[in-house]
């Protein structure tokens, strides 16, 4: 005999109750709004894959067993800045691990001139045949060689080292340093620490050595080396340094807000002693060593002084940190021996015309007109006549 029952399937089941179900919402929502997320960040990815999003350069390692700041060799890049891609320029890394169209060789018997500076040389901004080395070393054809070593972010102290390797690898017949006003302070570790260069630290007894900062890429940094989105965040719009501004304005920071300074050179205005003296202190340094380890007389060395480019800005300028470094700096120079190429008063001289520019809208880097300017300023120098006079 069948026995009927009018037991429910699902009996010994929890009857689902009114209390389980915000958590199900809850984790619906969680869920429908990572898989948003995700879906608009590969969207943003394969829609930056198209548009001109910077790729970086790839800086090198810097370690005891490679000690020189450089870029991975033979590979092009694209620069960009700005969210909108104001301004975007292609770029090639040459074998040696410097931005330059062309290959250095350390057997050809022409003359050379080696040029080393920070993004001024490096130049990523500006169409490489366009560049005053470029121009002048097109110029020279088979008279002579021009070789630029130059990375942003770069101060005096690493000039140093670069004009050391280039002295070594490629014998050179002369080289022309471009200072800059943030290249002083940012010679000394208690002002920049930032990793692959070389800077001046203090010892025991007061005296400033040049010390490496070995550097390594994060995972991150290669992570976002790969992506373009990632690219857009960190190169385009600056991101690290956005955070990093919101945080202190928010006082998630530890970094103290102070007012926004005013700035001249690429660098603060603002000229405390104990910052005047520090950078005075790095320029003696400096001038001491290059002395002792480039095996090049001073007048095979020059100096190529950036400075105010128009007349309204010469006495901001002037009494200015960049303007009393600047004007230190080529003071020392010239008692030295050294030649100073005071790119101040080639500026001057042609931004009369009241046309030219000689930087770009959005940045303040020199723009071909600017490096125009530079190239026929260093070619009529007493350094560039002595290397490539002809014979």
Known sequence: MELRTNMPANVGAKPAGPSDRPLKHALFAFLSLALSTICCLLAA????????????????PVNAAQPIFHFTPNRDFLFSRDWNFSLVNPGHINNDGFVNDKDYTGNDQRPLLAVVGDSYVEAAMVPNALTFYRRLDDQLGDRGRIYSFGMSGAPLSQYLVWAQYAAQKF??????????????????????????????????????????NDYAPSLMRSV????????????????????????????????????????????????SPERVRDSQGAVLAFFDDLAKTVPLPPDRIAFVMDGARYQSDVAFVERSYF??????????????????????????????????????PTDGHWNPIGHEVVAQALGASRLYGKIFAPK
């Open 171 to 212: 014998q050179p017949s002369g080289i022309a340093i471009v200072v800059v006003g943030n290249d002083y302070d940012e010679s000394l570790l208690a002002y920049d620490a930032r990793p692959g260069v070389h800077v001046y630290a203090k010892d025991a007894d007061g005296r400033l050595h040049l010390t490496r």
């Open 323 to 360: 303007g009393i470094m600047r004007n230190y700096f080529m003071r020392e120079a010239a008692a030295r021996g050294y030649e100073v190429i005071d790119m101040q008063r080639e500026f001057l001289a042609r931004s009369r015309d009241r046309q030219s520019h000689f930087e770009y």
């Open 45 to 60: 990815e394969i829609v930056l894959r198209f548009l001109p999003v910077a790729t970086g350069m790839w800086t090198m």
């Open 224 to 271: 976002v080396r790969h992506s373009a989105l990632g690219r857009y965040l960190v190169f385009n719009l600056d991101a690290v340094e956005t955070a990093k501004q919101v945080a202190a304005r928010w006082g998630l920071s530890s970094t103290a807000q102070a007012a926004e300074p005013q700035f001249a050179g690429n660098t603060a205005a603002e000229a």
